[in-house]
């Protein structure tokens, strides 16, 4: 299974709301990241963690929270974006380190649109 | 700071078609290298992965060369399909231990009947 999985597919969200993207894998990968893509560009890195612990913060602002509570999950936290923030935001996990190969898994993304 | 081009941004060919997309990175200094495809509003696909040590990888009608010291690496589709439509995307990672990819800018690809 090298399936990475992201909910929800949509989000629609008003400029003073509170709302959560999820990502969840079952590979056993111990790196898992949030990247940002704009329409006809590559993807942005914003987060990496790495074994759980936030290793990588592309100074990305305060209105997005990462979150990872375990091996398996990961969360952003979303709260008082703005409409240049609508995106496609994409959940990716890989092995960490050590282990030969380090590919990396996509999941579908969430379109997030800010009003 | 590592760069990283795709050449051609927009390619069309007609249906049968053997084409080869081109990935260039300024910093030679990488780890592996890995190939995407992307349609239109979705997450990306891995398509192969090619290590620093490895000269191409092969899977089906796909195969990805790496030139690592001239900083170049394609992917060559055979007999292309109008399923092959989509955006391709290459990335480096510079080394075993660091986590980012760094994409290139994309070639989108469109098959016609």
């Known amino acids: 299974d090298t399936e990475v999985t992201q909910t929800p597919k949509h989000l629609v969200m008003g400029m003073t709301n509170k709302k959560s993207l999820k990502c969840e894998q079952h590979?056993?990968?111990?790196?898992m990241y949030w990247y940002k893509q704009k329409a006809k560009k590559p993807p942005e890195l914003m987060f990496v963690?790495?074994?759980?612990?936030?290793?990588i913060n592309e100074s990305v602002p305060s209105r997005f929270s990462p979150e990872c509570p375990n091996s398996s999950l990961l969360n952003l936290h979303l709260h008082a974006l703005q409409p240049e923030d609508s995106a496609l935001y994409l959940c990716?996990?890989?092995?960490?380190?050590?282990?030969?190969?380090?590919?990396?898994?996509f999941g579908q993304g969430t379109r997030l649109t800010v009003v | 700071k590592q760069e990283v081009t795709q050449i051609p941004a927009a390619l069309s060919v007609p249906e049968g078609e053997n084409l080869v997309l081109n990935c260039s990175f300024t910093?030679?200094?990488?780890?592996?290298l890995q190939w995407f495809r992307q349609d239109p509003g979705k997450g990306l696909t891995s398509l192969l992965l090619i290590q620093s040590s490895q000269r191409e990888q092969t899977s089906g009608r796909l195969n990805a060369s790496l030139d690592k010291s001239s900083g170049r690496s394609t992917l060559y589709i055979a007999a292309s399909q109008p399923g092959d439509s989509a955006t391709y995307l290459c990335?480096?990672?510079?080394?075993?231990?660091?986590?980012?990819?760094?994409f290139g800018t994309g070639t989108r690809l469109q098959v016609t009947l």
């Open positions: 990716a996990s890989s092995q960490y380190g050590q282990i030969e190969g380090t590919e990396a898994f």
């Open positions: 590979m056993g990968h111990r790196a």
């Open positions: 963690y790495s074994y759980e612990k936030l290793s």
């Open positions: 910093d030679s200094a990488i780890y592996n």
């Open positions: 990335a480096v990672r510079k080394s075993r231990t660091a986590s980012k990819l760094t």
